[in-house]
């Protein structure tokens, strides 16, 4: 059975900097203590009732009385920061899209990378589990442009308004921002 927005103000109370505390003592955990721990993938997660619960999950409910249907999106990419402000609901894709850079990422550009015959620089994109090859250019900062473009075409801004391929034509002045 689901947590209840009852059950979650019986026993939380929500701080601003987007914690939860607990408002009574169990086992280990004293009345006020912050509750939750961090998880392998760097989420705050909480035992509720005999259930593994997001806190960002838990913090949606408490604001809006209902548990969100598909995934929330932490709007700053920073797991920790649950502050309500810092949540939307998102569709998984759009959730994945506002994902950084991966580890692995060499050129700074999410889905630009050197081609690997050397000298040239790849753009691509991934929609629906499927990725697109957007071309192969001779110019980095053309490569970036043809992702944002690629990006915008599919108004990803809605989703991802920073994405990397934004940041960097912004910085390297490719674009100008608009008012």
């Known amino acids: ?7 979650v ?20 955990a004293m009345k006020g203590d912050k509750a939750g721990t961090i998880n392998g993938y760097g989420y ?25 249907e598909y995934d929330l999106d932490h709007i700053n990419r920073i797991k920790g920061d649950n502050r309500v402000e810092n949540l ?6 759009c959730n994945m899209r506002n994902m950084g850079n991966r580890k692995d990422n060499k050129s700074g550009v999410k889905g630009v990378y050197g081609d690997s015959s050397g000298g040239r620089c ?19 900062d053309e490569a970036v442009l043809t992702r944002l473009a690629a990006e915008q075409c599919l108004d990803w801004s809605n989703c991802d308004s920073s994405s990397p391929a934004y940041k960097y034509a912004l910085e390297h002045r490719l674009i100008r921002k608009e008012c």
Do not use: Q
């Open 1 to 7: 059975m689901e947590v209840t927005l009852d059950r």
């Open 9 to 28: 103000r019986e026993i939380f109370d929500y701080r601003h900097d987007g914690c939860l505390v607990w408002k009574v003592s169990r086992g280990a």
């Open 44 to 68: 705050c997660m909480v035992w509720v009732d005999g259930k593994w619960y997001y806190t960002h999950r838990l913090i949606w409910l408490w604001h809006h009385g209902y548990m969100p």
């Open 88 to 93: 939307r609901e998102a569709s998984r894709s």
């Open 122 to 140: 790849c753009a691509s994109i991934t929609v629906n589990y499927k990725t697109y090859i957007l071309g192969s250019f001779d110019d980095f």
